[in-house]
Structure formats: C-alpha cells, structure tokens
C-alpha cells in the first residue's frame, strides 16, 4: 500500500513557538506537497517541491518555510507560531504529469495534522 | 484571479438516486480536472481524472463530465448508497500544481 505519513495527527503548540511538521511518503514520489484546509476556504497550497533541495510558494506562503533534504521526506516549519496558523495540514505526494503516459499527477494524501495555536 | 466554485455546500439525496455535483471554474486552462472524496477528520482520496481533451470518464457507479467551453465539471454518482456520504473536492491541474474547490458535502439518506 502507498503511504504518505505525517508525523503528529494533533498538536498544541503555543503562539511565538517553532513548529515542525514532517511528512514521508515511500512511493519515490518527486512532487511534494503542504496543504491547510479551513472550513470555508477549502484545501490552499503554501509550498510544494519537485526535487529535493528544491521548493516553490503556493498560494499563502507567508509565515511557513519548507525543506526538502531527502526525496521522500518534506517538512513544513512555521518559524513563529501565531493563532491564524490554528488549522488542518495535509501533506501531498505526486509523480510528476506526463512523465509515463499514465502519471497524472494524482495526489496522495497523508491523514492530516490539526494544528491549534494557542 | 483563479476562481473555483463546487455548487453548493451540502447536497442531500434518498438512497438509490443519481447524486450530481457541479465544479465550476473561471481564469484557468487545466490540464486536467479531478475529483476526490474526503472523509470527516481524514485526508483527501483520489476518485477520478478528465484530461481536457476527454468530454466523459466512467469508473463504476461514478461518472464526470468535463465541459472547457462552459468551463463545468459534472460529477454524478448513480445508485448511491449511505457509504457514499463524504466531502467531494474538485481540483484542477496545470503545471503538476492543483487547485481545489471547497468541496460539497453529500448526504445519502436510506
């Protein structure tokens, strides 16, 4: 079975404290994905990476930063914990669209973790 | 800006009937279009893919159709059944990044 795995399915950190959320997936998967989910505003990408060492912003990078030191393994930081930052955190994983006729992009998605701020 | 819109919030239907869900989308040029199902508490689940090239994709009880001149996906689901009840997201693709809607809560009745 294909697997994404994210470290904690829940934490309470407090505001001003560094966070560390770490997602492995074991598909060999080059695309890597950090996702929060709000009720209301839906699933909106902060970063994603198609190589190791290598990243991109999403939609709302601000407040988060990412690193990618190994193909399998994406971990979304934030640097300073704030109450906005309460929410689900869902890691993706992909092959890349297109590189066999059948890699769509399909996402793999990891259980979520719900982080609350305090 | 790109904008995505999935219907309504919370569709309800009896057992046994065709669910039909819309997704909506403006300023955008997918490469393909997704659906996926999401349970309570759970990540996200892969269903179905249309490329933009297709106009129709069959996976059991599940069927999408993807309209690029009305910029609409539909997503019906025939015979449903209680196990069918979940959040439905659409997403679209282009460049390997995907978009999604905010998802549509169905609710099957028995």
């Known amino acids: 079975d294909v697997k994404v795995t994210q470290s904690s399915r829940y934490l309470v950190k407090r505001t001003g404290e560094k966070v560390f959320l770490e997602c492995v997936q074991d598909?060999?998967?080059?695309?890597m994905f950090w996702y929060r989910q709000d009720p209301g505003l839906g699933l909106r990408l902060i970063y994603f990476s198609y190589d190791v060492k290598m990243k991109e912003k999403g939609d709302i990078p601000e407040g988060y930063s990412v690193s990618r030191e190994k193909k399998e393994r994406f971990s979304l930081i934030l640097e300073s914990a704030s109450t906005n930052q309460t929410s689900m955190y869902l890691c993706?994983?992909?092959?890349?669209?297109?590189?066999?006729?059948?890699?769509?992009?399909?996402?793999?998605f990891g259980e979520g973790s719900r982080l609350t701020v305090l | 800006s790109q904008k995505i819109e999935q219907n309504s919030e919370a569709l309800n239907i009896q057992e046994g009937k065709t669910a039909t869900l819309t997704c909506n989308y403006t300023n955008y040029s997918p490469a393909y279009l997704q659906w996926y199902r999401q349970d309570p508490g759970r990540g996200p689940v892969f269903l179905l893919l249309?490329?933009?090239?297709?106009k129709e994709k069959r996976k059991e009880r599940l069927k999408v159709t993807f309209d690029t001149t009305l910029k609409q996906s539909l997503f019906h689901i025939t015979a449903s059944q209680p196990a069918d009840s979940a959040t439905y997201l659409c997403a679209l693709t282009n460049a390997g990044k995907s978009t999604f809607g905010d998802g549509t809560t169905l609710t099957v009745k028995p």
């Open positions: 993706a994983s992909s092959f890349p669209a297109g590189g066999i006729a059948e890699d769509t992009g399909e996402l793999f």
């Open positions: 249309i490329r933009e090239n297709e």
């Open positions: 598909m060999d998967h080059e695309n």
